[in-house]
T-cell receptor, first 110, second 116 residues
Framework: RKEVEQDPGPFNVPEGATVAFNCTYS??????FFWYRQDCRKEPKLLMS???SGNEDGRFTAQLNRASQYISLLIRDSKLSDSATYLC???????????FGKGTTLSVSS | GEEVAQTPKHLVRGEGQKAKLYCAPI?????VFWYQQVLKNEFKFLIS????????ETGMPKERFSAKCLPNSPCSLEIQATKLEDSAVYFC??????????????FGNGTRLTVT
């Protein structure tokens, strides 16, 4: 089983739609969770950290379910500029690196 | 500096040649990470440093790849005798604390290595 697994998509949604991405991780001892965003041919950028109680940043909501080893990202009121690849990131078993999922591609159209 | 600085932006090498990539972490960040991304596929972790000490090298290929972070110098990733499959974007990232402590990574723009 891969350390971090994501549905690659693509998710094709119209502007204004709500879309959710899921991610599962294999290491039950993981403590740090993040969502990153990568635009074509560019470096990944931190979208948000994911906290145990769940957290929200504007149109973005992240949830963590430790029992199921599952992380989610919800995007409300999608914008064209949200089109990107969303990467689920979890710290490694040793805690010495961050492990990336393959990413979920989102395409928002007008 | 305020950003992770990677050089060069692009690097072209013939098979069998050496490639050397550089990374200057954000000032004050103690941890440096190297990742390889082949053709927009997943990020493969290569190696991490805590200051000049290797922190985790479990992702480094046993042959041909080496890396260093020396005091007062940019960190470097060197590939001896490059192969076609080494063609990728190599990203460097830095963080203030360990990833287990919840510290996110800040990435440089990457070096695109093309082996011909």
């Amino acid at each position: 089983r891969k350390e971090v697994e994501q549905d690659p998509g693509p998710f094709n949604v119209p502007e204004g739609a709500t879309v959710a991405f899921n991610c599962t991780y294999s290491n039950s001892a993981s403590q740090s969770f993040f969502w990153y965003r990568q635009d074509c041919r560019k470096e990944p950028k931190l979208l948000m950290s994911v906290y145990s109680s769940g957290n929200e940043d504007g149109r973005f909501t992240a949830q963590l379910n430790r029992a199921s080893q599952y992380i989610s990202l919800l995007i409300r009121d999608s914008k064209l500029s949200d089109s990107a690849t969303y990467l689920c990131v979890v710290n490694s078993q040793a805690g010495t690196a961050l492990i990336f999922g393959k990413g979920t591609t989102l395409s928002v159209s007008s | 500096g305020e950003e992770v600085a990677q050089t060069p932006k692009h690097l072209v090498r013939g098979e069998g040649q050496k490639a050397k990539l550089y990374c200057a972490p954000i000032k004050g960040h103690s941890y440096v990470f190297w990742y390889q991304q082949v053709l927009k596929n997943e990020f493969k972790f290569l190696i991490s440093f805590q200051n000049e000490n290797v922190f985790d090298e479990t992702g480094m290929p046993k042959e041909r790849f080496s890396a260093k972070c020396l005091p007062n110098s940019p960190c470097s990733l060197e590939i001896q005798a490059t192969k076609l499959e080494d063609s990728a974007v190599y990203f460097c990232a830095s963080s203030q604390f360990t990833s287990a402590g919840g510290s996110p990574l800040h990435f440089g723009n990457g070096t695109r290595l093309t082996v011909t």
